[in-house]
């Protein structure tokens, strides 16, 4: 907060002070060995505060299945943690609702702090936190900071209240005109009420809730009093979808709230809200007000669950077809786009996996090596066109002969290899001396009308087949080239067997 503001309040005579029952309250508080006898000699002083406790713990705020006839049984049923905030509450409520402020047009953020009350302590009670009153003195505080800087500052605060629309418009009015907001002003004036930290650093950071300047163990406290805010601009804006869609997004990021639980959070809030309005003696909104919001936020609720199927459907959609097109991709990239066949790169990464399952479980594989003879003859004499039909029909007759699981691809130029798992060398030799033959019945055509046909040469070799073994997956593919040089070199079209 910049020093201008500081000393403004610092040195404001007129400042909000707590009552002396607030004061007593907070000093019980700091007390660790206060029990319920002293917080019920000091409420005793005060008839009209302890006659508003026993209203409050029988109210459907606090939801109690047995009544409490007199304030010693209320205190005993909610306990003393609540009992204390409530009359902490009870007392600093006078102070924020006085006819003063009432005539200031301060009255809307009492408003407000009534409802985010109510919202904050049926939060923590979904979240199952143990901080309920907490959470409740924490939410009806929030805005404690608009009283502070109205009294330290009227004639600049005056005008911006005025023109604020909203809570958000009122942040941004004071940040730009003041250098600072009311929650900044909040924290200093409840530190100076001398109220729990973990109280009075609410204020502040609830404008900003995801901060990694709050401590973790706060997050969530901090976190519950932002979303109980935005459930009181709900009551309280007239753009009420505009109101709900920023609960909406909140509610779910901040807390995870959404859908069927916030609507029965909404709804829950509406039908407390009068008995709160009684308990605190002023007029929040009115029960049929309430009921509308509640319906008017469910249809908005509803169409905005729908909008957000529609795009979740949309999104996964296009996600869908993101990976259907990435899949083809992939695929396009290891495929060679003349035969159909895998590539290369799809070869390396087969002949690894099948080699270290050949070599884990003991079953034989052979790869063979399949070049066509002479085949820059072919493209001289007949033309590239007729030497793209050979190599077509190439990878047709070797998917044909080869089984489902076994793997075929173009090795590059006029090279093909094929990978047989689970098959030793004297079953592949068979496999590939048919389709060798079958390669010598194929007739082709070229650019003149002639025709001509083409012999194929292969190398064979395995692993894991009897006493054959090879220390790599590379060593197999030197064996299986080795083995097509030989066949090569003994004439051509016949297969080569590695012999090692």
Known sequence: MKPRIRDALQYCPNLPSPPGIAIRILELGRDPNVDLTALARLLAKD????????????????????????????????????????????????????????????NRYWRRALIAATAGRLISEMQNLPEHEETFLAALLQDIGVLALDAALPEEYRPILAQASDHDALLQLERDQLGADHGEAGSWLMRHWKLPDRIASVASAVHDPLSTRIAADCR?????????????????????????????????RLIGLQGQRLQDLIARVSEILPEVASLYDTEIISARQAAGVTDEARDILAA??????????????????????????????????????????????????????????????????????????????????????????????????????????????????????????DAARGVFERLREAMLEQRFEGAHGTRFNITVSIGLASHMDGARRVSSALDLVRAADRALYEAKGGGRDRIGVDAA
């Open 220 to 252: 969530l406290f901090v976190k519950s009093v932002a979303v109980a805010g935005k459930i009181a601009d709900l009551f309280l804006e007239d753009d009420r979808e505009a109101a709900t869609d920023r609960l909406a997004r909140s509610a779910a």
């Open 47 to 106: 008839p009209a505060l302890a006659s508003r406790l026993l209203r409050a713990s029988n109210s459907a705020l606090y939801g109690q299945r047995r009544r409490s006839d007199n304030l010693r049984q209320a205190m005993v049923v909610i306990g003393l943690n609540a009992t204390m905030t409530l009359a902490l509450t009870f007392s600093l409520g006078d102070v924020l609702n006085g006819e003063a402020n009432s005539q200031r047009g301060i």
């Open 304 to 425: 905005r669950n729908l909008h957000l199927l529609q795009q979740m459907e949309t999104q996964q959609q296009r996600v869908q077809e993101m990976e259907t097109t990435t899949r083809h991709l992939r695929e396009s990239a290891n495929r060679d786009v003349l035969t159909g066949l895998h590539n290369r790169r799809r070869f390396d990464e087969v002949l690894e996996t099948e080699f270290m399952l050949s070599s884990e479980n003991g079953w034989p594989m052979t790869i063979a090596f399949i070049d066509l003879d002479h085949f820059k003859t072919v493209n001289d004499t007949h033309g590239h066109l007729a030497g793209d039909a050979v190599l077509s029909a190439v990878a047709r007759v070797l998917n044909s002969h080869l089984r489902k699981r076994d793997f075929v691809m173009r090795y590059g130029g006029d090279e093909f290899v094929a990978i047989l798992p689970g098959t030793g060398i």
